[in-house]
Each structure stands twice: as C-alpha cells, then as structure tokens.
C-alpha cells in the first residue's frame, strides 16, 4: 500500500524546506497545476482584457518582481550558512540597520510562499487583482503634490519590482555577470530577429521575439552561472559555494553535454515556436490575440527563472 503521505513528505515537502529543487514528480504535478491555471486566466483575459503590448508591458514587470522578490528571499535565506544579507551587516555595510528591520518584517523568510510554486501564485494574484481594479475602478493616484496618473496594473507591477530591486543594489558583489549574460541573450534574440525579421516586420509581429529573448536570457544566465561562475570564481573554488541546476530535464541536458549546448537549444526551440505561432497568425488558423497569449506564456517560462539566476548571481545569494 502506498504511503501517501510520507509519498508527499518525501518527493514535495522535504524538497522544498531542503532545498533540493524538483524531481519528476513535483514538476509534472506544478505542470498540470500551471496548464490548468492558464486555461481559466487565458479565458478571463479573452472575455476581460485586451492582449496588446499593454499588456505584454504589464506582464513584464510584474515578471520582474517575482523574480526579483525571490533573489531578496534567496539573500536572506542562510540554509547553507551565513546569508547574503548576513554578510552585508556583518561588514557593517551603511544600510545595515534596514536590513535587520525588513528582516523583523518576516517578508522575506523561507516559506511555500516565497518559493516556487507559492512565488508563482502570489505573483498572478497581484497580477490578476491589478488587472481586475483597473478594469472596475477608474481614478488617478496622487502623492502629496505628485500625481502618478491614472491607476493602471502596469504601474503597480513596476513599483513592487522596484522596491525590491533597491533592496539588491547594495548586496551587488558580481556586476559583470548579468552583463554578461544580458549582452549573450541580446546577440542569440538578434541573430534569431535577422533570419524571422521579414515575416514579423511583414506581419507586425515583432512583439514575438520576446519569446525569443526570454528564453535566452535563461539559457544565457543557466550557462554563465554554472558553467563560467563555477569554474572562475574563488568563491566556487575555494569556498565551495557554487551554483547548480534544479530542474530536471535541463540538469540532465546540461550534466551530459554543458550548458552552452542548453543555452543552444533553448534559442533554437523557442525561435522554431515563434515562427510556428507566426506562420499560423499567416495562415489564419489563430488570431492574433491567441498568437500573442502564447508568446507572453514562452515569454515567461524562460524570463522568470532567467531574471532570477542573472540576479542570484549579481548579489552572489
């Protein structure tokens, strides 16, 4: 008889509170949890929302912020000795003593709700609620003799990405690499834009490639932080804090044939899924709306975790 719960304890629980990152089963399960989470948002964004590059922008920073409060946690966090943050204030860093006040706020602790999934859910119900108050109530956002204008979700997205990126900006030990890895997406994104741009420009479909750059800004940051980080950095060599990765089927990939040959087939994929998309927006099998949804989903399946692992490293959390 299977033990269900210590089934749980042991492919669910005990990987989340030990850090492990996912296994095959708690990837297909937060798989089907998220295909079934699309279906509802996509058919309340249809009916409620238009699906432009408002709300492409909108989605981005909201992107942003989850990802960007999960470095802070990540900073915060001390499950493999002395935290990020814990550093910063031993060295009596000037904004030691903020640190140790959001610290008491318990924002940031480890918890199902920092971490994925809970990270991912927090994410789309602020992104959703944002989306929902515009909608229902119009009125403009005023700070003492300051007017911000109009309430939108956009706004509310780029104000919570911004606090907790100031949060970061002091912890900031490796600022090469997300240059680096930046400028690496930027050049896969182009060489991929010069052989589709006739068919997007034709169609005005340059919107896609976002898809494009999101996945390799992942596959860029995967391959710098383990594969470059790893192998130049004393804090990896001498101090055996180095970076590895969590998830299954990129782990096997990158294990057996390095990171680069990752970071190749992340771009090849997703520049093959956007000239799919655009070939059936050509054809009119889709609408554009259907084709631009599916281009913000491969947008942020490789954005999210990319922006993660290039800001992990930049504070070396």
């Not at 802070?72 to 002395?82: E, H, R």
């Not at 554009?288 to 399946?301: G, K, N, P, Q």
Request: glycine share 8%.
């Amino acid at each position: 008889m299977v033990d269900f719960f210590g089934f749980i304890k042991e492919y669910y629980w005990d990987y989340l509170w030990m850090h492990k990152g996912y296994n095959m089963y708690n990837t297909l399960t937060y798989a089907v949890i998220a295909l079934i989470a699309l279906y509802f948002g996509y058919k309340w964004i249809k009916k409620n929302y238009k699906i432009d590059k408002k709300f492409l922008t909108t989605l981005i920073v909201f992107i942003l912020f989850g990802s960007t409060f999960r470095v802070v946690v990540d900073s915060y966090d001390s499950y493999n000795g002395i935290s990020r943050v814990g550093e910063y204030i031993q060295s009596n860093g000037l904004f030691s003593p903020l640190y140790s006040f959001i610290s008491s706020l318990h924002i940031y602790d480890y918890s199902p709700l920092t971490v994925t999934p809970g990270i991912y859910i927090l994410t789309a119900v602020l992104f959703f609620v944002s989306l929902i108050i515009e909608k229902k109530f119009k009125f403009r956002i005023k700070f003492l003799t300051v007017d911000f204008g109009m309430f939108s979700a956009w706004k509310v997205g780029l104000v919570l990405w911004l606090v907790n990126f100031l949060i970061l900006i002091p912890l900031i030990q490796y600022p090469m690499y997300p240059i680096l890895i930046i400028l690496l997406a930027l050049l896969a994104t182009g060489i991929v834009y010069i052989f589709l741009r006739n068919e997007l420009k034709t169609q005005k479909t340059q919107d896609y490639i976002l898809g494009v750059f999101g996945h390799a800004l992942d596959g860029a940051a995967t391959f710098m932080v383990v594969d470059m980080f790893n192998a130049l950095e004393p804090a990896c060599r001498q101090l055996g804090r180095c970076y590895g990765e969590q998830h299954v089927v990129s782990s096997i990939i990158g294990g057996s044939y390095g990171y680069v040959t990752f970071f190749a087939l992340k771009v090849f994929i997703s520049a093959l899924a956007v000239k799919l998309v655009n070939d059936e927006v050509v054809g009119n099998k889709i609408s554009r709306d259907d084709a631009l949804f599916f281009i913000a989903i491969l947008m942020t399946l490789g954005l999210a975790p990319g922006v993660r692992d290039l800001l992990r490293v930049m504070v070396g959390a």
